[in-house]
């Protein structure tokens, strides 16, 4: 009988910032893996918030900012979305383990 190979969960790590918590805490607590990428400079200048979500054509750079002790909205169209609600209408970045 052959043993399947199980892949570990890749964690998201947070560099210490308030907001970086907040979304390594939502990452993490995912079922599934999302490639997540902090863009912390942008033309030699630092900033806070900037991530890209997915790899590749289908990965998507945007705004996060924390609006309350633990919620993070993610800058759509006009507007703010929660990051929950943003992750759960993109699955396509996700990797499913199993």
Known sequence: MKQKKRRLRKKYFSDGSKL???VARILNA???SIPVKRD???GGFQREGRYTFGE???GRLVTCRL???HLVVVRVGG???????FL???PEWERRLE
Not at 79 to 85: F, I, P
């Open 88 to 90: 759960a209408n993109h």
């Open 79 to 85: 507007g703010w979305e929660q990051l929950e609600q």
């Open 40 to 42: 912390r400079y942008d």
């Open 67 to 69: 609006t309350g002790p």
């Open 30 to 32: 995912r079922p599934y």
């Open 56 to 58: 590749g054509e289908k």
């Open 20 to 22: 970086d918590k907040e």
